[in-house]
Structures are given as C-alpha cells and as structure tokens.
C-alpha cells in the first residue's frame, strides 16, 4: 500500500487528479448502494410509525376531551348572569380602586411640605 502512494506521488498531477476522482466515485457509489439496499426495510417501518404516531394520538385523545369540557363549562359560567366570573370581576375592580385610593393618599404628602426642601420622591 505505502509503495503503491510513493508511486502515486510521482505522476504527474493531472494521474492523481483522475486516482482521487476514480476513488471518490467508488466511495460514494459504495455508499449509494448500500443506502439502496436498505431502503425497502426503512419503507416497511413507515408503516409501524404511522401506527404508533396514531396510538401516541388516542393516549393524549382523553386530555382533549377534558380540555373541551373545561372550556364548556367556562362558556357557561360567563353566560350566566350575576354568575361566578362577574362576581370575581366586581371584586377586582373594587380591589383595584381601593388599592388606587390608598396609594394616591399615601403620594399626596410633598417631600417640600415636610420640610425637605430639594428632595425628590423615590417611589
């Protein structure tokens, strides 16, 4: 092998192109076949992954239908009048007034006023 390479390095260059393309020809021809020969089997397993795909399906087919049900009944508790969900929006918007007026009394007092006079407000 290693005389055949000292050979090889003492063509011309226009030889060793033609040995390095001869080779790479072979190489992806070797490479070609045999992804050809195993393709029939990778085409036969697309059929087993097609059935697993549909029973990974039917597994997550029971979270869809709870999904569906909660969504039913919150159409319904929104539809309902003086329901559940206008009650919790009444509460928040009290508790957002509230907590408006507690803050905009608590930022009433001037830093001037209380006799820091050139002092900012950090809020």
């Known amino acids: ?11 011309p260059d226009h030889e ?6 001869l080779l790479a020809g072979g190489l992806t021809l070797v490479v070609v076949l045999g ?6 089997g990778r085409i036969a397993s697309v059929g087993e992954e097609t059935e697993t ?6 597994a ?7 999904i569906n049900l909660f ?6 508790l929104q539809g309902e009048e003086g329901g559940l969900l206008s009650e919790v929006s009444t509460t928040t918007e009290a508790a957002t ?3 408006d007026v507690a ?3 608590s930022t009433s007092t001037a830093p001037e006023s209380a006799g820091f006079e050139g002092a900012e407000m950090v809020e």
Request: proline share 4%; net charge neutral.
């Open 16 to 21: 060793k192109r033609s040995v390095a393309l």
């Open 97 to 99: 007034s509230t907590q």
């Open 60 to 66: 997550f087919a029971p979270i869809g239908e709870n």
């Open 35 to 40: 992804w050809l020969i195993t393709l029939p």
């Open 103 to 105: 803050t905009s009394t």
């Open 1 to 11: 092998m290693w005389q055949m390479l000292e050979r090889l390095r003492e063509r």
């Open 53 to 58: 795909l549909a029973n990974a399906r039917d």
């Open 71 to 76: 969504l039913e009944e919150y159409e319904k």
